[in-house]
């Protein structure tokens, strides 16, 4: 299986800065790799797939660039509603698999 | 609109069957190249993928739980069944349902979700 290894687990930011979260896969997968933010209470949310493509919806001040084995997404000038829990997940090949998830909490 | 619903028995013994049900709008199961996944995620954990669905009955199950999972659908009714066989405590998580985008009937990421249901194995 692909193992997918999201660092940091834990995030600590003020809203209006901006935030890196690094996904690193075991091989190479291409650009085959999605975001997900996910809140409780809440359906969890796609925000990106191809590694850079926003899903229709997404605020543009959220961004996803990497292909082959490292990606980053990229929060910048960070909303209250962004405080919540990362996911990426490859599809490049079966099963599909999520890495560890990072929780963004508000500094 | 793409909404869906999970719902399940809440708790059940070990050794036993889990059945859930994914009950969703706004798109057919027998369209051509819709497709339902179900994943899970024990309480404070990450998300595992378990299985796919595909609108021909084409199925993925994730191998790392061999031959316990079955994946069906009801077209007429708007609704896609995971039964997941010989529950154990290990089984305990919270369980989504998600429409699937795919190509050439391999699942790729999940476009919408469901809230997700609770599911407890204990004895």
């Known amino acids: 299986d692909v193992q997918m290894t999201q660092s940091p687990s834990y995030l600590a930011a003020s809203p209006g800065e901006s935030v890196f979260i690094s996904c690193k896969a075991s091989?190479?997968?291409?650009?085959?790799l999605a975001w997900y933010q996910q809140k409780p209470g809440e359906a969890n949310k796609l925000l990106i797939y191809?590694?850079?493509t926003l899903q229709s919806g997404t605020p543009s001040r959220f961004s996803g660039s990497g292909s082959g084995t490292d990606f980053t997404l990229t929060i910048r000038n960070l909303e209250p509603e962004d405080f919540a829990v990362y996911y990426c997940?490859?599809?490049?090949?079966?099963?599909?698999?999520f890495g560890s998830g990072t929780k963004l909490e508000i500094k | 609109q793409v909404t869906l619903k999970e719902s399940g028995p809440g708790i059940l013994q070990p050794s036993h069957t889990l059945s859930l049900t994914c009950s969703f709008s706004?798109?057919?199961?027998?369209?051509?190249?819709?497709?339902v996944s179900w994943i899970r995620q024990p309480s404070g954990k990450g998300l595992e993928w378990l299985a796919s669905i595909w609108w021909n009955g084409n199925t993925y199950n994730n191998p790392s739980l061999k031959s316990r999972l079955t994946v069906s659908k009801d077209t007429s009714n708007n609704q896609a069944f995971l039964k997941v066989t010989s529950v154990d405590t290990a089984d305990t998580a919270t369980y989504y349902c998600?429409?699937?985008?795919?190509?050439?009937?391999?699942?790729?990421?999940?476009?919408?979700w469901g809230q997700g249901v609770m599911v407890t194995v204990s004895s």
């Open positions: 997940q490859q599809y490049y090949e079966k099963p599909l698999t």
């Open positions: 191809s590694g850079s």
């Open positions: 091989k190479s997968i291409s650009n085959y």
């Open positions: 706004g798109f057919s199961l027998s369209t051509y190249g819709m497709g």
């Open positions: 998600a429409h699937t985008h795919g190509w050439y009937l391999l699942p790729y990421y999940f476009d919408y």
